[in-house]
T-cell receptor, first 117, second 113 residues
Framework: AQSVAQPEDQVNVAEGNPLTVKCTYS??????LFWYVQYPNRGLQFLLK??????LVKGSYGFEAEFNKSQTSFHLKKPSALVSDSALYFC???????????????FGKGTKLSVIP | DADVTQTPRNRITKTGKRIMLECSQT?????MYWYRQDPGLGLRLIYY???????NKGEISDGYSVSRQAQAKFSLSLESAIPNQTALYFC????????????FGPGTRLTVL
């Protein structure tokens, strides 16, 4: 079975400081990993994904994430936080096979990011 | 994502009523999904469909049914709504060519009294 852990329910960071939102995963084989953001009263928006290749993945709004296979982690980062980054962030994992019998995308429980002016 | 729309956006209903939530997409994706979101639980998969003739149960399908009327339309029904089905419901779509990156609708907030 695959699983995702987001160990922090909430992360607070001052505007202009770097931010990190943590994610660890468990899945057999090489994972597909995703980050989504949810703003209040909105659906989830895709930020970035890791499929293969470079361990550092760049995404929307200046976010990036680093895949670390040995630590089974996929932490989301941004060099300088903005107040507008305040939102709920979800990490998700799936097995690379895409057949109907083996598909499932598993989400973490979410981390609320608050950027303080 | 404006390419995935959901109706209604908000619905209040009573226990025992039948409810249908609708999802439409203009992304041309074959795959569609229904999730529910509860505070502190993240998103849980209810049903998914890989094409018009394919329907699969997800993690929490009991009490729900779905219909894939066309490639672009995927409806979720609650045959007899109960209060613990109060939640935020999301539709999503994906395309295998995009590594199944899922794109979400704006959500339907359902309250069952």
């Amino acid at each position: 079975a695959q699983s995702v852990a987001q160990p922090e329910d909430q992360v607070n960071v001052a505007e202009g400081n770097p931010l990190t939102v943590k994610c660890t995963y468990s899945v057999s084989g090489n994972p597909y990993l995703f980050w989504y953001v949810q703003y209040p009263n909105r659906g989830l928006q895709f930020l970035l994904k890791y499929i293969t290749g470079d361990n550092l993945v760049k995404g929307s709004y200046g976010f990036e994430a680093e895949f670390n296979k040995s630590q089974t982690s996929f932490h989301l980062k941004k060099p300088s936080a903005l107040v507008s980054d305040s939102a709920l962030y979800f990490c998700a994992v799936r097995h690379p096979y895409s057949g109907a019998g083996s598909y499932q995308l598993t989400f973490g429980k979410g981390t609320k990011l608050s950027v303080i002016p | 994502d404006a390419d995935v729309t959901q109706t209604p956006r908000n619905r209040i209903t009573k226990t025992g009523k039948r409810i249908m939530l609708e999802c439409s997409q203009t992304k041309g994706h074959d795959r569609m999904y229904w999730y529910r979101q509860d505070p502190g639980l993240g998103l849980r998969l209810i049903y998914y469909s890989f094409d018009v003739k394919d329907i699969n149960k997800g993690e929490i399908s009991d009490g729900y049914s779905v219909s894939r009327q066309a490639q672009a339309k995927f409806s979720l029904s609650l045959e007899s709504a109960i209060p613990n089905q109060t939640a935020l419901y999301f539709c999503a779509t994906s395309d295998l060519r995009g590594a199944d990156t899922q794109y979400f609708g704006p959500g339907t907030r359902l309250t069952v009294l």
